[in-house]
């Protein structure tokens, strides 16, 4: 009885590990916990806790591949702004310091406006990403600078 007791127990403090993430929040700490326990690991491919880091970087694959865009959805920066503000639980009223206005965020999100270089060093900062990610490619092609 206390064996099985003590193994209840353990099981109650392990189990979330094993399952899926549900939302971000979840994701989160399976990525902070793959992390340590990679630390722990280290490159030692024969270590008695490797497959549990398995199970748990399969779990954030699957979730990520189910919930998050891929690269190809994210091509133009008008795409890219528009899943930076779901990420972050922004409203267009929340860009107006780096656009001027919300006529030229709704401008730039529907595709109407491109981006100024200005506009571009102030989505990077915002979003600490380089400004290669707020650049089209295409537009450089087009036109041969950034307006």
């Known amino acids: 009885m206390l064996e099985a007791k003590k193994t209840q127990q353990a099981l109650s403090i392990v189990a979330p590990w094993f399952k ?17 326990l990679a630390d722990f690991i280290g490159d030692n491919t024969q270590h008695e806790y490797l497959p549990v880091l398995e199970i748990i970087e399969q779990h954030i694959a699957d979730y990520e591949n189910m919930h998050l865009p891929q690269l190809s959805e994210l091509s133009t920066p008008n795409k890219l702004v528009k899943f930076l503000m ?6 267009q009223k929340d860009l107006i310091n780096i656009f001027g206005n919300q006529g030229n965020v709704s401008k730039f999100l529907n595709g109407h406006r491109k981006l100024t270089l200005e506009q571009v060093t102030k989505l990077s900062k915002r979003f600490n ?5 707020f650049i089209s490619w295409d537009d450089i092609n087009n036109s041969k600078s950034i307006h």
């Open 20 to 36: 899926p993430p549900e939302n971000s929040t979840e994701l989160s700490q399976l990525i902070n916990l793959s992390i340590e």
């Open 86 to 91: 779901a990420e972050y639980n922004l409203k």
């Open 129 to 133: 990403l380089s400004a290669d990610a």
